[in-house]
């Protein structure tokens, strides 16, 4: 899979929208743009995922530029509960491993 | 609905010594993943199952490790003889099978494994 780059912390605060970037210049056609979280002691939770349009669901907005090279996952409001490390990881739907490759992440930081 | 299952959520043992973990996926998810995270580093993928069969097991690190999901239910990944080296959270995940990968996983809350 292509190898995607994120800063390593970010700090936000409550009730704030956040952009978490993400870029993957060596992105392939057929690749897809995954975002999970991993909030402390628990196991990677899914937050979204896209190929080419932007993306909303109940917990983000997943916004990818239209060269594909880089994303943002967006949280419109941030809460306490978003402090997590999170992940954007590139799935190759035409081949490839099959298990998800997580980088180092974005740990995110909300202060209240 | 219950999420993914893992057993133990923690486990020491001594060097040398097996240790089993299980993970029941969620009903009616085909494909099951292993995951490890040692210490300090990133989580790394092990294997994927769809249904009973290893799909793709280039993440094990030795013959060390052995999983199997007979029936293609539950899974469980034996350890033995563990070493120092194996300690770290181990995730299990378990997804729908739509013949392509870009489907959303869901993971268990991992097992911590120490050996000492």
């Known amino acids: 899979d292509a190898k995607t780059t994120q800063p390593n912390s970010m700090e936000s605060n409550e009730e704030e929208p956040v952009h978490l970037p993400c870029n993957h210049s060596?992105?392939?056609?057929?690749?897809?743009i995954h975002w999970y979280r991993q909030l402390p002691s628990q196991g990677p939770e899914y937050v979204i995922h896209?190929?080419?349009s932007n993306v909303n669901n109940r917990m983000a907005s997943l916004a990818i530029a239209e060269d594909r090279k880089s994303s943002t996952l967006i949280l419109h409001r941030a809460t306490l509960r978003d402090a997590a490390v999170y992940y954007c990881?590139?799935?190759?739907?035409?081949?490839?491993?099959?298990?998800?490759?997580f980088g180092k992440g974005t740990h995110l930081i909300i202060q209240p | 609905e219950a999420g993914v299952t893992q057993f133990p959520s923690h486990s020491v043992i001594e060097k040398g010594q097996t240790v089993t973990l299980r993970c029941d996926p969620i009903?009616?998810?085909?494909?099951l993943y292993w995951y490890r995270r040692v210490m300090g580093k990133e989580i790394k993928f092990l294997l994927h199952?769809?249904?009973?069969?290893?799909?793709?097991e280039s993440g094990m690190p030795n013959n060390r490790f052995l999983a199997e999901r007979t029936g293609g239910t539950y899974s469980t990944l034996k350890v033995q003889p563990a070493e120092l080296e194996d300690s770290g959270v181990y995730f299990c995940?378990?997804?729908?099978?739509?013949?392509?990968?870009?489907?959303?996983?869901?993971f268990g809350q991992g097992t911590r494994l120490t050996v000492v």
């Open positions: 995940a378990s997804s729908q099978y739509t013949g392509h990968l870009n489907t959303e996983a869901f």
């Open positions: 060596t992105i392939s056609g057929t690749d897809y």
């Open positions: 896209g190929l080419t």
């Open positions: 990881i590139l799935r190759d739907s035409g081949g490839g491993a099959d298990g998800l490759t």
């Open positions: 009903s009616g998810h085909d494909n």
């Open positions: 199952f769809v249904k009973e069969s290893k799909q793709d």
